[in-house]
């Protein structure tokens, strides 16, 4: 366990449809397998039973268990990817792409109900497939910071840092209000998370007056007095 692979190794590419086909239902049988039962427990005969294929088959397409596991897990990557650059390509400023961003990777983790639990165990399975899955979405969230940066939509600041907030804004509040509740009060959600983004922390960053200290500190409990 925890071995790391090299950086992604080059993938057999089925060069035929039903090839193809083939070895996205190995793919779509372990996601659901690593997903329901964890990599511990799934077996490569489990994978092969659930795609219905021969045994031998997936030997032609992965050469063990981990390999396609790492394959799941920067496939999913991929995808959400893919679909995030899609959803924002038309949004007009950096606070709207962050918030259409943040709807669809809700979207993405409401569909993909596995997707926690697999990217999770990656980090047992295979720490470089792990790293990876967070750095490539990294790398493109910093290039576009620094666009927004330049264009004075956004206060200049450590891009990769900021990203990195970002990220894990997005991570947890996914867990909590999609994995957890399954969609609850999504759009309270976005509204939170954007007002944090719009106007930070602090109260009068909010347009609002500063808190009165002295008013808001408690009164020291009196001492009583023994006779």
Partial sequence: MNRSSTPALPRFVPLTPRGQRTREKLLRAAQTLFGDKGYEHASIAD????????????????????????????????????????????????LAVEREGLRTFFQFASRERHLYRIVRQAEFVDEACYRRYYERFARGYVSGLKRAMDAGEVRRMDPEVLAYCLMGMGDFLGMRWVLWEGDSGLEHVLDTAMALLRHGLETRAAGMPAPDKKRARKPRASRSKTS
Avoid: M, W
Wanted: overall charge negative; charged content about 35%.
């Fill in 47 to 94: 994978i092969t039973r659930e795609a219905e294929v021969a045994l031998g088959t997936f030997y032609v397409y992965f050469p063990d268990k981990q390999s396609i596991f790492v394959e799941v897990v920067d496939e999913l990557g991929a995808r959400l990817r893919r679909l995030l650059a899609e959803a924002v390509a038309r949004c007009e400023d950096r």
